[in-house]
């Protein structure tokens, strides 16, 4: 709970070593006009790490203890509210200000609470916040349902901007229910992080914080959303690509190439989360066929790790190849099973057969699909089809595996043209698979994205969120996130993120649904 009040003074006594207000180019905002008399100090600092514009801090002493309530009202209306509880009761605190609008003048109130609840006043203050910089993209809101959409904003994994033949340090930011960006990372006069490559994008921690891997640098990061470091983790020996997944017991895994190997794209490695230990690595030359070339003639990357998701029921890894399939694997390295077309499916590194390890297809009545075209890949069932150069797969709570099937290369040929949202079911056991969902073929060209892209669920609502991320042509491209009602498929939500380059036709590789707060 990085932005807990348990006490105002433990609290910020705990963050000293994590904040600093030496050196800040910002000019505080002093302390006037308190509509309340029990506050002795109130100073604001905005963006005080340098490299989160629309955020500023609030160094806060009062005379009795209260608990704080964060408000920023919408400019649009309610669905731009921030409103957050500090947790905890004391008399100094260092509150994070996040959301604010930029360029205008926000006015940050304050609201204060007893021990018991009871409101004891409220006091505002005026932050004007840093113009966007000019190579964020607009955010289109193309349809919105309150009540019916998950609250929260949307964190994107934006892939950045070309700038000649440069990239930008990549930038994720956050857009609410309105379109409007109220949280972004600027790197670009960052010490260590001014080349940040982070491929996939971001995430937040079970902690509340922010992680993700650098390609540039070669270490994951943790960051708070203020936008310091608050812990690294080096990987000796293998370069970050794509992927960073954060396992129930905390440890890492990562997608990554391994140095001095000719092959790229093709090791997971398991990063012990406290010491720091690579402590598993998973060769996927030994577990797959490095040599089949049914959906690529790469003969180094010849996989193309790109998403990963874990399976607690059995401690199980599933990594997405976007040039072979999906592919579960032991802690040992050994396949479980295979999603993909069964053509090609030869012999492992390690000698296993691994046309053993196919998923059988079912129709919708249960019964096995035996049409050999459709087996191979070469036609669909009506009820059934392959995920093709697959993205991002989630392990649902009820064990269907979704992804985010592209479509590139579909049936050999590519026609048409459509990406997917797609729900398997799959029994281990019986080594079958039935598909029992899909979004996204009725919407042709225009959610179309053969690369990246990310797909979520949401329980509570239980929705289907479809993020093409790389649709339209090349540098005009645009990326879309679009949830839909499970039952209905009726679209609840849709926007419209538009770059002004789209650097090889790419806008995000994932979007995230959260609180703009991470809870307490």
């Not at 500090?86 to 609008?101: K, N, S, W």
């Not at 608050?230 to 293998?238: C, K, L, N, Q």
């Not at 000698?351 to 035996?370: H, K």
């Amino acid at each position: 709970m990085p932005y807990s009040l348990r006490s105002f003074l433990v609290f910020t006594l705990a963050l000293a070593g994590l904040i600093s207000w030496a050196g800040c180019d910002n000019n505080p905002v002093d302390d006037s006009g308190a509509e309340v008399d029990f506050i002795t100090d109130l100073t604001i600092t905005p963006n005080p790490s340098g490299s989160a514009p629309l955020t500023a801090e609030i160094r806060l002493t009062t005379s009795r203890p209260v608990q704080v309530e964060l408000f920023i009202a919408g400019r649009n209306g309610s669905s731009g509210d921030v409103q957050h509880r500090f947790d905890g009761v004391g008399q100094q605190a260092t509150l994070p200000v996040l959301g604010l609008y930029p360029t205008i003048t926000n006015t940050v109130t304050l609201r204060f609470f007893d021990e018991s609840g009871t409101f004891l006043g409220e006091t505002s203050r005026d932050i004007t916040a840093q113009p966007l910089l000019p190579d964020l993209p607009v955010v289109t809101i193309d349809k919105a349902t309150p009540g019916a959409m998950k609250p929260g904003m949307n964190l994107v994994g934006y892939f950045g901007y070309a700038n000649g033949n440069e990239l930008t340090p990549q930038r994720p930011f956050i857009f609410d229910a309105d379109g409007a960006i109220r949280w972004y990372l600027d790197f670009t006069n960052h010490p260590s992080l001014s080349g940040l490559f982070y491929d996939v994008g971001v995430e937040r921690l079970a902690n509340g914080n922010l992680y993700f891997g650098d390609g540039s640098t070669g270490r994951i990061i943790e960051m708070d959303m203020m936008g310091r470091i608050v812990r690294t983790w080096d990987m000796p020996g293998y370069n970050f690509h794509h992927n960073v997944l954060e396992k129930p017991n905390g440890n890492f895994v990562v997608t990554v190439n391994k140095q001095n190997v000719f092959t790229i794209e093709d090791y997971l490695i398991e990063i012990d989360r406290g010491t720091g230990a690579i402590i598993r690595e998973w060769d996927l030359n030994q577990s797959l066929d490095n040599t089949r070339r049914t959906w690529t003639n790469n003969n180094r990357d010849w996989f193309h790790a790109n998403g990963l998701a874990y399976d607690p029921t059995d401690d199980t890894i599933i990594v997405s190849g976007r040039t072979q399939g999906t592919v579960k694997l032991t802690n040992d390295n050994e396949v479980v099973w295979i999603l993909a077309p069964h053509r090609g499916w030869q012999t492992a590194g390690d000698g296993t057969d691994l046309s053993t390890r196919l998923l059988q297809p079912l129709d919708a009545s249960g019964q096995p699909i035996t049409d050999a075209a459709v087996l191979e890949g070469t036609t669909n069932h009506p009820e059934f089809e392959w995920a093709w150069y697959q993205h991002a797969p989630k392990l649902l709570p009820d064990g269907t595996l979704l992804l985010f099937d592209n479509g590139d290369n579909r049936n050999y040929s590519g026609q048409p043209s459509y990406s997917r949202a797609v729900l398997y079911r799959i029994d281990d056991d019986a080594m079958t698979i039935q598909q029992v969902w899909q979004y996204g073929k009725e919407r042709g060209e225009e959610t179309f994205a053969r690369i990246v892209s990310d797909v979520d669920y949401h329980a509570d609502e239980d929705n289907v969120v479809f993020m093409p991320g790389a649709a339209g042509p090349g540098e005009e491209g645009y990326g879309k996130t679009i949830e839909v009602d499970y039952s209905t498929r009726n679209v609840l939500f849709e926007a419209t993120i538009d770059p002004p380059i789209a650097p090889f036709g790419i806008t995000f590789h994932r979007v995230e649904r959260l609180p703009l707060y991470p809870p307490d």
